[in-house]
């Protein structure tokens, strides 16, 4: 090899050094910026309201929303929740049902293992939920053990306004769902069966 091939190489390789540099300097003085911009807005609630919305994530589940926010944000507890009730409100304007519920992971992003479900029945029903791991199909749908949805009392309710939280979701899991509705004799009406992959803790 020249003089003069080396020459060049040892030029290349200290422009692609420069450039990578340059590339990293860049990105942290943008992500500063970015970063700066956020802190400058939160304690303008107005803003990190409109900041804060509630979107689909097929990579949960097909019918599953999610709280989607800028990632450096921060916001009061007592805002947050304010804020996310809201978002929630404004969704159950809309009308659902069982075979259509409104499904959201973690809305108050504090716990991991849970999802809440809001649906309506046209009649006051009981609701139960099954969730597992395992595949549904691989069990004895007979010798499912379900759970009552119970009240802040622990009581069973018969409503047709059922809103509930499940939370023993497995993080990092296919988790199988099954909810269900029965009647005051304890007669299945409907029900109906929701897969969710959940995000392992870490995300």
Do not use: C
Not at 29 to 37: A, E, N, T
Not at 148 to 165: A, M, P, Q
């Amino acid at each position: 090899m020249n003089k003069y091939m080396l020459k060049q190489i040892v030029k290349y390789a200290v422009l692609f050094l420069i450039l990578i540099l340059a590339t990293q300097q860049v990105y942290k003085l943008g992500k500063k910026s970015y970063q700066d911009y956020i802190n400058s807005h939160e304690t303008d609630l107005e803003w990190v309201e409109n900041n804060i919305s509630l979107e689909d994530d097929y990579r949960i589940g097909s019918q599953v929303k999610v709280v989607h926010m800028p990632e450096d944000l921060t916001v009061e507890t007592e805002n947050y929740t304010e804020i996310i009730n809201k978002k929630i409100k404004s969704l159950l304007i809309n009308s659902y049902s069982i075979e259509n519920p409104l499904l959201i992971y973690n809305p108050y992003r504090e716990d991991t293992n849970s999802l809440y479900i809001y649906f309506h029945t046209g009649e006051r029903y009981q609701a139960q939920f099954f969730a597992s791991t395992e595949s549904i199909v691989m069990q004895d749908i007979d010798t499912l053990e379900y759970l009552d949805f119970l009240d802040e009392e622990g009581n069973i309710v018969s409503t047709n306004r059922h809103y509930y939280k499940i939370d023993t979701l497995v993080p990092g899991k296919k988790n199988n769902i099954i909810i269900r509705i029965l009647d005051e004799e304890g007669t299945v009406v409907d029900a109906e069966n929701f897969i969710l992959n959940v995000p392992s803790e870490r995300n």
